[in-house]
Every structure is written in structure tokens, then in C-alpha cells.
């Protein structure tokens, strides 16, 4: 346990270091109106502080910066959240009261105004497919023997697929196989719209739709879908910004992480609901060891679909981040939970 008196230096420590990205000095701290201790004292306690691992010294004569154990100390017991500035909650507000009718627009949009407002690389975990389900289905043909198939799930997803119809089969039959495809699938978990396809619906489509066989294997095609998440970035290159990361060399291998969306899905993937808070070498990933990653799950209904994330260097602005998180992880549920219950 810290006493006092060194939970406080801490504080101011992390404080300045986040704010300047320059070692602190014991003189900068004794200044500090909140703080009210000598150089000396201050310096005594750094020490005390460096050989407990709260913080590291880069250089004999330099002053400290916080560790990893620092920060994380900093995170679970020292921590006072800001509250957010009142033209930031408006401008979420607005956002937020938009009439949004395709999930990608509002994830698009979340990870764009993150990455913006924190000036560091957001992440957004579309609604995981299992817990997403059929609403309804089109197919709309081109030409005799294409047709564009669109889909549309309970979170508002949208998609469309060029599929290849079999010759000869009328524009009436097409409609009847729409027609049997929302009255019986709508509502389906979208992990299992192939198997009712077969067990469930194969017979009564073959009573209504000449070569039924082949709209099934076209179908079938048509309804694969990856089982791993898309995930959403934006302001990938705002870590280039921080001081920490100027030297390209050193960041090639983030860069390199943030173009592998299954990497990134498994890494933003949820073992249980919350903000999470995971600094430096507390990420299991060797590209961002020298990172923070804080996560926030949103939800429809109480059940987790999806994560929206921050990931910048360990000098990270926690406070107005876990904030943001905070708000953002609410209004997405909120504003989720109106797409799926809309008309």
C-alpha cells in the first residue's frame, strides 16, 4: 500500500507526464499548489516510488516518468473522472438524435468522432453474428440471370450481393421465394439461416419455385457469412503524433497489427461486459506493448454485441478517455436498440 503522500506525488506525476510527455523534476511537482511538500521531500518519495516500479527513470540526471505498474495503479486507485465539456456532450447529443438507419453508418461515425475527439486510434467491433438475427430480404434482378440479394439484420446491417439466378425462372417465382423467406426466417440467428434453408424450408420452396435445387445452392452461397467480427479504425495515424512513436521504425509493426481485421476482432472481442483498462505489456499482443487499449462494450437488451475501443501510448489522457467510453458505450446501445425495434 502507498502511503498518502506518495499516492499524491503519483498522481501529480502521471498528471504532468500525460499533459507534457517530458520527465517530471521534483521542483515542477513542489510547485504545484495541490501538492505542498519540499523538493527534497518530493525526491525522497520518488525514489521510494521508482524502487516499488511506480515509476522508471529514462535518465541519471532527468526527472521520472510513470511505469506500466504505475499507470495501472494510477487507473484502479487514483483516477478522478472529468466530467465532459459541455460543447462535446452537445455535439454527442446531435449526433446521437440522428435518425441513423444502417448500423455501418453509426459505427463509422462513433469511430470517426473517437478517434477525433481523444487524437488517438479508435476501434469498433461491429454487433457480433451471433447474436444478430434475419429482419428481412430482397432479391432484386438485373437481368435474366443476375439479381442483387439484400440483406438486412435486427441492428440495422445492411448487404447486398450480386448472386446468379438459373435460367428460365420467372420474375413471379422470385417473389415467391422472397415471400417464403421472410415469413419463415425473419427473426433467424443469422448463424443459422442455411440450416433452416435445408431442414426447414427446402420442400415448401420446391412446391412453389421451378428449379428450386438451384436457388437453394445459390442461396446457400449467398447466406455464407464470416463468423469474426468487422472491425471499423479511424485516426490510425494519430499515434505518429505523440512523441513516443515518432520514429517510424518503431511503429511498423502497430501499423502492420491494424491491417489484420481477424487479429483485430479476437483482440476486441469481449469475455465479459464493461470498460477495460489494458496498459502496456497487460496487452497479450507484442505490436502494443508499448500501448494503453481501453474497451467498452455496448449491448441491445442487456446481451453484449459489440466493442468500441482506444488505443494510444501508456501516456494516455485516461481520465477524459474512460469518460468518453462511458458515453459512447451507452448511447450506442441506446441508438442500436432503436434501429432494431424501428418499424
Same mark, same amino acid.
Given at each position: ?16 507526464? !500525460? ?22 521531500? %518530493? ?13 522508471? $527513470?529514462? =535518465? ?22 472529468? *466530467? @465532459? ?16 438507419? $444502417?448500423?455501418?453508418?453509426? %459505427?463509422? $461515425?462513433?469511430?470517426?468522432? @473517437? ?7 479508435? @476501434?469498433? @467491433? ?16 438485373? &437481368? ?5 440479394? !439484400? ?22 417465382? %422470385?417473389?415467391?421465394?422472397? &415471400? ?13 439461416? /442455411? ?29 455464407? !457469412? *464470416? ?14 503524433? $505523440? ?15 491494424? *491491417? ?21 505489456? *497487460?496487452? &497479450?499482443?507484442?505490436?502494443? =506493448?508499448?500501448?494503453?487499449?481501453? /474497451? ?11 466493442? !468500441?475501443? %482506444? ?22 446501445? &441506446? ?9
Amino acid at each position: 500500500m502507498l502511503s498518502e503522500r506518495q499516492r499524491l506525488i503519483l498522481n501529480a506525476i502521471v498528471d504532468d507526464y !500525460i499533459r507534457s510527455a517530458e520527465p517530471v523534476g521534483s521542483r515542477s511537482i513542489s510547485k504545484r499548489g495541490d501538492v505542498g511538500y519540499s523538493p527534497a521531500t %518530493i525526491r525522497n518519495e520518488m525514489s521510494d516510488l521508482e524502487e516499488l516500479g511506480y515509476l522508471e $527513470q529514462p =535518465h541519471t540526471s532527468a526527472g521520472r516518468i510513470p511505469s506500466h505498474k504505475g499507470y495501472r495503479y494510477y487507473v484502479d486507485h487514483l483516477i478522478h473522472l472529468k *466530467e @465532459l465539456p459541455k460543447h462535446e456532450i452537445d455535439r454527442l447529443k446531435r449526433f446521437f438524435a440522428e435518425r441513423m438507419q $444502417q448500423q455501418e453508418a453509426v %459505427i463509422r $461515425q462513433v469511430a470517426m468522432i @473517437l478517434a477525433e475527439m481523444t487524437n488517438y486510434t479508435s @476501434l469498433v @467491433l461491429e454487433p457480433e453474428l451471433y447474436h444478430t438475427s434475419l429482419k428481412h430480404m430482397q432479391i432484386v434482378p438485373l &437481368n435474366e440471370r443476375q439479381a442483387v440479394m !439484400i440483406i438486412v439484420t435486427n441492428t440495422g446491417h445492411v448487404e447486398d450481393k450480386l448472386i446468379s439466378l438459373p435460367q428460365d425462372v420467372p420474375v413471379s417465382e %422470385i417473389e415467391k421465394l422472397v &415471400n417464403i423467406l421472410n415469413a419463415k426466417l425473419s427473426g433467424v440467428s443469422m448463424m443459422q439461416l /442455411t440450416s433452416k434453408l435445408y431442414n426447414e424450408l427446402s420442400s415448401e420452396i420446391a412446391k412453389h419455385v421451378s428449379k428450386y435445387q438451384e436457388l437453394i445452392r445459390v442461396l446457400d452461397d449467398a447466406l455464407a !457469412i *464470416e463468423e469474426e467480427g468487422r472491425v471499423y479504425l479511424s485516426g490510425t495515424t494519430n499515434i505518429m503524433n $505523440q512523441p513516443e512513436f515518432r520514429d517510424v521504425e518503431k511503429v511498423k509493426s502497430l501499423f502492420a497489427l491494424l *491491417e489484420e481485421q481477424d487479429t483485430l476482432a479476437k483482440m476486441l472481442t469481449p469475455s465479459e461486459s464493461g470498460i477495460h483498462v489494458r496498459i502496456g505489456s *497487460e496487452n &497479450n499482443l507484442d505490436a502494443i =506493448h508499448n500501448c494503453s487499449l481501453i /474497451t467498452a462494450t455496448y449491448s441491445i437488451d442487456g446481451q453484449t454485441l459489440g466493442t !468500441i475501443g %482506444i488505443l494510444g501510448p501508456t501516456r494516455m489522457e485516461y481520465s477524459k478517455v474512460i469518460s468518453l467510453m462511458k458515453y459512447f458505450s451507452e448511447e450506442l446501445s &441506446n441508438l442500436l436498440s432503436n434501429i432494431r425495434y424501428q418499424g
